[in-house]
């Protein structure tokens, strides 16, 4: 991939906060725009690199790419598809029977094997989220026409494979004297569980979530990991796909809404650049933080952010998860893989996340039935990049197949943290 060059920050006196280019050791590059650089490298009088993305994403559209994949997938025959990953299905309930039909898939005690979506776009993506003001601009009409059709195929460009998930809270037969409820398990596999018993009473306040469950966490969070020295919960998503209230999001009073839709592709929430600008964003300018205001100096930024820390992803399930429960994937099957970006676009700055094509050496990991003092955990983000300890997890949802046809959809409250130590 071709190198940009970064503005020299002393030629322009208000110059973003610009990451350099990280990868794990024995990573390789990521599947990026820009060679990887954040589009804060793109800064044009303040707008985050907005503006630069929302060219890219055009551009990206215009090199048909995306579309080709699409057709690739419409105009193949009925039934399974061969990839350069292995078979997958179009259809759902196909891949369901392909397993049942496979010899060769089985599922360990406690386990199952199941569909999962992933991508099969070998490219950077992008998403304009719904806040953004260009949906909204007359002038940009024909804009939002293009970028709204890319918006409904990149869901068409992801296909289902077969996986095997593995019950997590046996993961110390997987790995002898692991525990899942431990910081090594966390260091080892980029995922975990604790124990909470939250005195929260209702998790569709966005108010009372914030006053009584964001420090229950935090507490949690300086309780599991040794050495921490300060946790950060900033937001939070309630999930509830029969909730029957206001589901209106208001981003300026930190209600995140009610969510009826549970996620259904695999991804993880940062990566290398995102997950080190998230972080200075909410210390310098305490921007989109649902949680206690923070007011360092860029100074105090970077010796904070020289030291380790972590961005934690905790789901806590508001009753028994009967239906569509978390599945996440480990650390070490995947940590020679790039990943893919998607930028996420909004009217004052490019978050990035990540997506996976499919591997069958995957290792992942479900919990069934997870109660509501159980807290799953997996982390996003690491600074650690010698390789030493996991980086990131990536996750999406499922269907559990051990399910009555009647079981309750998932009630969950998802809250994203940073850990300092």
Known sequence: MSQVEVPDSNAIASAPYVPSLQLTEGQPPPVAANGGLSYLSFDRNGDAGTGKAVEDALAEVAGGEGRRVVDMIDNAPPGPIKTKWGLAFRDYDECVKYIRESNSIKA???????????????????????????????????????????????????????????????????????????????????????????????????????????????????DFFPGATDALVYNHDVFDKDYAGDRTEDQDNKNPGVNARYVNLVHNDLNDNSGRVRCRELLTKNLRNFGRPQNYTEEEADAKMSRRFMSINLAKPMETVEQFPFVLCAWPSFADQPYINNYRIYDDRVGETTRFTYRPTHE?????????????????????????????????ACIDPTAPADARCRKNVVVRAYVFF
């Open 108 to 222: 360990p005690d406690g386990g199952v094997a199941l569909p999962l979506a992933y991508t099969v776009h070998e490219r950077p993506s992008y998403s304009i989220v719904p806040s953004n003001a260009l949906w909204r601009d007359p002038a940009r009409g024909e804009i939002a026409a293009i970028l709204q059709r890319n918006e409904e195929d990149n869901r068409r460009r992801n296909l289902y494979f077969p996986q095997v998930l593995r019950d997590a809270r046996r993961i110390g037969e997987y790995y002898p004297g692991l525990s899942p409820g431990s910081p090594e398990c966390m260091d080892k596999l980029g995922v975990s569980l604790a124990h909470l018993e939250s005195k929260c009473a209702n998790f569709y306040d966005s108010a009372e979530v914030e006053r009584v469950f964001y420090p229950e966490i935090e507490k949690l969070l300086l």
């Open 364 to 396: 992942w990991y479900w919990f069934p039935k997870q109660k509501s003092t159980e807290v799953s955990m997996l982390k996003c983000y690491d600074s650690i990049t010698d390789g030493s300890v996991s980086r990131w997890s990536f996750h999406t």
